[in-house]
């Protein structure tokens, strides 16, 4: 006979062994956090013969919640953002035994007169002679659709919260994780009237136009743990927001890999 105690009850039970007594423990401590991981925004389409390039899609984007386990490692990967014309964004996600959140990098948009790249968001198609040229898919749940390209103008970049089109935003969704209100993962207006995508945001880059015919770069993305109460776990730039405890992991490069670890 074993006598284990689960809390302040006494228990008597011959079938628990060592490695359950451990699962007891493990359950005990699991600890709920918010996340969210967001990748690299896609680069921005060539300009050519007077032909504005498509803006770059959004970095895909999920938010949630989810059980940690104590004195697990769990890998974080940031995506960085497409660096122009033909160059989609880098996925971005946190792994771990009991977890596998992954999001794709955005599209790049469209060269004059071809169609923009599929990726969390898709880019938008390329300004045409004559037709249209479509936007690349997005993936569901993670963002939208670019807009298409037409003989006036190229296609905005798919955002997380609405699908690019022409003359628009693809609008990103609103998140105060780290305590400040502000939209992540926008797609690039048309015609270049985006510029850069934001870094830390997963932004897609705006199409190139005469002041920059290679198209504009897309922003890196970012990835961000939060959970109640004083410091539990380590990895990435710790922070507080009230009550809460933030790590925030972020990209300067193509991709960035770190390890987030809950101690229990």
């Given at each position: 006979m ?8 006494l ?23 918010e996340?969210l ?6 680069g921005?389409?060539?300009y ?6 498509g803006?770059?899609g ?6 949630g919640?989810?059980?940690i386990?104590p004195?697990v490692?769990?890998q ?6 497409g660096t ?33 790249a ?28 670019g807009g298409s390209g037409?003989?006036?103008?190229a296609?905005?970049?798919?955002g997380?919260g ?9 609008i ?17 207006g048309?015609?270049?009237s ?9 932004n897609?880059g705006?199409?190139?136009y ?5 198209g ?5 993305g970012?990835?961000?743990?939060r959970?109640?109460g ?6 990435g ?28």
């Amino acid at each position: 006979m074993q006598t284990v105690y689960i809390g302040k009850t006494l228990i008597n039970d011959s079938f628990l062994g060592t490695k359950r007594i451990a699962d007891i423990t493990t359950a005990k401590s699991a600890y709920t956090i918010e996340y969210l991981v967001v990748a690299g925004g896609g680069g921005g389409g060539n300009y050519s013969s007077g032909r504005n390039g498509g803006g770059g899609g959004a970095g895909g984007l999920l938010s949630g919640s989810l059980t940690i386990l104590p004195n697990v490692t769990y890998q974080v990967q940031v995506g960085g953002g497409g660096t122009g014309a033909n160059s989609n964004g880098s996925d971005s996600y946190f792994t771990g035994s009991n977890s596998y959140i992954y999001s794709n990098g955005g599209g790049y948009g469209g060269n004059q007169q071809t169609t923009g790249a599929s990726g969390g968001s898709g880019g938008g198609g390329g300004r045409t002679s004559s037709g249209t040229s479509n936007g690349g898919n997005g993936i569901a749940g993670q963002g939208n659709s670019g807009g298409s390209g037409n003989t006036t103008q190229a296609g905005g970049g798919g955002g997380a919260g609405g699908a690019g089109s022409n003359g628009t935003n693809g609008i990103g969704l609103q998140s105060a994780i780290n305590g400040t209100l502000q939209y992540y993962a926008n797609g690039a207006g048309v015609n270049g009237s985006a510029g850069n995508g934001t870094d830390g945001l997963g932004n897609g880059g705006g199409g190139g136009y005469p002041s920059n015919t290679s198209g504009y770069k897309g922003g890196n993305g970012i990835v961000i743990i939060r959970y109640y109460g004083a410091q539990k776990g380590t990895g990435g730039t710790i922070t507080t927001d009230g009550s809460y405890t933030i790590h925030t992991f972020t990209s300067s490069l193509s991709t960035t890999t770190a390890n987030f670890t809950y101690l229990g």
